[in-house]
């Protein structure tokens, strides 16, 4: 049997994205393989979660096509983009406070699920799968910075997703809670899911990441595996001397 890569699941082709007079994203290509863990890289500003936002369908790119999973969405709202398999976590992480640990992911469960039932059964697992098992009951409020973020997986785990775009787990958190974020993101490439991640830690980058993408000012300006990332001379310029203060 001849080696063929298989088809990407996602694919963005050449999208620019302007506010006002700020290119934020600048002619950007990026493909990611079934599978895979792709990292996002960059300085403060690089670009990366108005990438984020692009494949999402929050903001509609100036020019340029998103094409995933074979269909192109370029043009679906998010909420088409969602039910496609599509899910994303914030960088400043947005629950509703006043609502518990399993409701808020409930909201998620209900864009699959007909019956509230149905719904609060997923919303449990997930809790569970997120490691939250023992918070489902507690205001989203009541929650750590690292819980938070363990609450915006299951909430977007919930949706069903093919791929997952994670922007920053571990931004904020305490260095303790690090290695059971990895660990996660981990298990959740083990159910078979695609992931794209926004991260600044080299560490966790090492651990996680199949390939690394580093944008500066919109521009993708290197690609390879966290190794050769962490050797490219214009990378360790930009940005290794900042990346050892975000820990
Ligand atoms: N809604 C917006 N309106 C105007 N300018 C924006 C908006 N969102 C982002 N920008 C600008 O676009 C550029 C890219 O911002 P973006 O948030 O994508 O960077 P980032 O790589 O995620 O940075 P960080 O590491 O700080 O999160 C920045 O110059 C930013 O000020
Ligand atoms: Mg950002």
Redesign the pocket.
């Known amino acids: 049997m001849p080696n063929v890569a298989p088809d990407p699941l996602l694919k963005v082709e050449g999208i620019t994205m302007s506010?006002?007079g700020?290119v934020?994203i600048d002619d950007l290509s990026l493909t990611v393989a079934p599978g895979e863990i792709l990292s996002l890289m960059?300085?403060?500003?690089?670009?990366?979660?108005?990438?984020f936002h692009v494949i999402a369908g929050v903001h509609a790119p100036d020019a340029g096509r998103i094409i995933f999973d074979g269909q192109d969405i370029t043009r679906v709202k998010p909420d088409g983009r969602c039910r496609a398999g599509l899910a994303r976590t914030f960088?400043i992480t947005q629950p509703f406070q006043e609502l518990t640990v399993e409701e808020n992911v409930m909201v998620g469960a209900l864009a699959h699920n007909g019956s509230m039932a149905e719904a609060r059964k997923d919303a449990r697992r997930y809790v569970d799968m997120v490691g939250l098992a023992d918070r489902a009951d507690v205001l989203a409020k009541g929650l750590s910075t690292g819980q938070r973020k363990r609450l915006e997986m299951a909430r977007a785990m919930a949706t069903r997703p093919k791929l997952l775009l994670l922007d920053?787990v571990t931004g904020g958190v305490d260095q303790k809670s690090i290695p059971g974020l990895i660990e996660l993101v981990q298990r959740l490439r083990g159910e078979g899911l695609t992931l794209v991640i926004?991260e600044h830690n080299m560490r966790v980058i090492n651990e996680l990441a199949d390939r690394a993408i580093f944008?500066n000012r919109?521009v993708r300006m290197a690609e390879g595996t966290p190794a050769e990332i962490a050797r490219h001379p214009e990378v360790i310029e930009l940005y290794l001397g900042e990346a050892t203060e975000h820990g």
């Open positions: 506010f006002g700020i934020a960059g300085p403060n500003g690089a670009g990366k979660t108005t990438t960088q920053e926004i944008m919109g």
